[in-house]
T-cell receptor, first 115, second 116 residues
Framework: KAGVTQTPRYLIKTRGQQVTLSCSPI?????VSWYQQTPGQGLQFLFE???????NKGNFPGRFSGRQFSNSRSEMNVSTLELGDSALYLC??????????????FGPGTRLTVL | AQTVTQSQPEMSVQEAETVTLSCTYD???????LFWYKQPPSRQMILVIR??????QNATENRFSVNFQKAAKSFSLKISDSQLGDAAMYFC?????????????FGKGTRLSVIA
């Protein structure tokens, strides 16, 4: 079974631009979570989607948004990019089939550099 | 809010030796899950081991085992017979067990070097 895939792997943008990152979960997984990883702040939770609905959201400004499609693929969008948005963005998927938290499996990440 | 602390920013171990990475966490919940993830230079986060808080038995996965001390809120990872491929950042993570949509809370990580 294929793992979590993320595209693109690398991205360079300038301040003020917007960017869209894509994540395809493991087949059959219905939950997709996004995390931001930076050297200073470590790994921080952005949001989680399940059945096309945002179920949980971290403490990030409204410039960060996401969505999930009917095939469970997810996108996250960052508008009006700032230098501090430079980070590795990780996507994780899980089955979310029951009431207990499933193990999250991560993709390779998208490295975003904002100049 | 739950927090996860990894007090060792860097560790090193000789090949074939054993190393233990420390992790403590703070929570008022009784139902939760703990994880160790490995992140090699390729940046792909890989699950190493998972522990359910309600299970008293420590989880093991081949050369990897944990020492879960619930009362002390401690969750250390032991790597036996260390191999060069074990060199990576290791992250301890916590997840609340009350519902399926709680996010992972990560520690800052421990960078493990393996010396040949």
């Amino acid at each position: 079974k294929a793992g979590v895939t993320q595209t693109p792997r690398y991205l360079i943008k300038t301040r003020g631009q917007q960017v869209t990152l894509s994540c395809s979960p493991i087949s059959g997984h219905r939950s997709v979570s996004w995390y931001q990883q930076t050297p200073g702040q470590g790994l921080q939770f952005l949001f989680e989607y399940f059945s096309e609905t945002q179920r949980n959201k971290g403490n990030f400004p409204g410039r960060f948004s996401g969505r999930q499609f009917s095939n469970s693929r997810s996108e996250m969008n960052v508008s009006t990019l700032e230098l501090g948005d430079s980070a590795l963005y990780l996507c994780a998927s899980s089955l979310a089939s029951g009431g207990n938290p499933d193990t999250q499996y991560f993709g390779p990440g998208t490295r975003l550099t904002v100049l | 809010a739950q927090t996860v602390t990894q007090s060792q920013p860097e560790m090193s171990v000789q090949e074939a030796e054993t190393v233990t990475l420390s992790c403590t966490y703070d929570t008022s919940e009784s139902d939760y899950y703990l994880f160790w993830y490995k992140q090699p230079p390729s940046r792909q986060m890989i699950l190493v081991i998972r522990q359910e808080a309600y299970k008293q038995q420590n989880a093991t996965e081949n050369r990897f085992s944990v020492n879960f001390q619930k009362a002390a809120k401690s969750f250390s990872l032991k790597i036996s017979d260390s191999q060069l491929g074990d060199a990576a950042m290791y992250f301890c993570a916590y997840r609340n067990g009350h519902s399926g949509n709680t996010p992972l809370v990560f520690g800052k990580g421990t960078r493990l070097s393996v010396i040949a």
